[in-house]
């Protein structure tokens, strides 16, 4: 099945897991959007977002309505490393607001310099994973909201390393029982390498 690049899912109320990649419909039209608004249709319990600088404007990102999915329990966003999105890449991360009931959040590649507010609102949230956000400089002050959060995860984010160093943020973060500021178990170099050279993608429709 090597030729396969597209799988069209439709009323798939059993799937459990779905990786996305973003791409232009018509790359060669102006007014072409990207594939995003498709995963309206998608109920899942772990969902995978990568390409997400392919995303051309807000209001695609808050068409396929990710809040909505209260399925939804593991979710990873990611922008190829080192590329200008369509759309600012904080002013997107700001559409993307998942479901309050979401358990596992990795953000992937972000390149803005702070992580949107709403994060302080995902209550049930145990988990959370910022992977190469190389401009990243600060966690949210509504991170101390996050009474459930276990596992704080962070990768080649030298920027946010520093802040974490400093003794005031050491205060923000104490509730948070496990803090690695090394390579995450479950995002390994290989998985990263994947990410950047995949192009098979998944489509719903």
């Not at 995963?39 to 997400?52: A, H, N, P, R």
């Not at 049930?124 to 994973?129: A, W």
């Not at 959060?149 to 520093?162: G, T, V």
Request: glycine share 2%; aromatic share 4%.
């Amino acid at each position: 099945m090597k030729p396969l690049k597209v799988i069209d899912l439709r009323k798939c109320r059993g799937l459990e897991s779905c990786q996305f990649v973003v791409h232009i419909v018509d790359d060669e039209n102006a007014y072409s959007s990207s594939n995003i608004v498709q995963l309206e249709v998608v109920s899942c319990q772990e969902l995978q977002i990568s390409c997400l600088e392919k995303v051309k404007s807000k209001d695609e990102a808050q068409r396929f309505k990710l809040m909505e999915k209260h399925k939804l329990q593991k979710l990873k966003l990611s922008w190829t490393l080192d590329t200008v999105g369509r759309v600012e890449h904080s002013a997107l991360l700001r559409q993307l607001v998942p479901p309050p009931n979401l358990q596992c959040l990795e953000v992937n590649g972000y390149a803005g310099t702070c992580l949107p507010e709403y994060l302080g609102e995902l209550n049930s949230l145990q988990e959370l994973k910022i992977v190469r956000c190389r401009h990243l400089n600060a966690l949210p002050d509504s991170m101390q909201k996050l009474t459930s959060l276990k596992d704080l995860c962070i990768f080649d984010c030298p920027e946010l390393d520093k802040w974490c160093q400093v003794e005031e943020n050491k205060k923000l973060l104490a509730q948070i029982p496990n803090k690695n500021y090394e390579e995450p178990a479950s995002t390994s170099r290989q998985e990263i390498v994947e990410d950047e050279t995949s192009g098979n993608e998944v489509e719903a429709a």
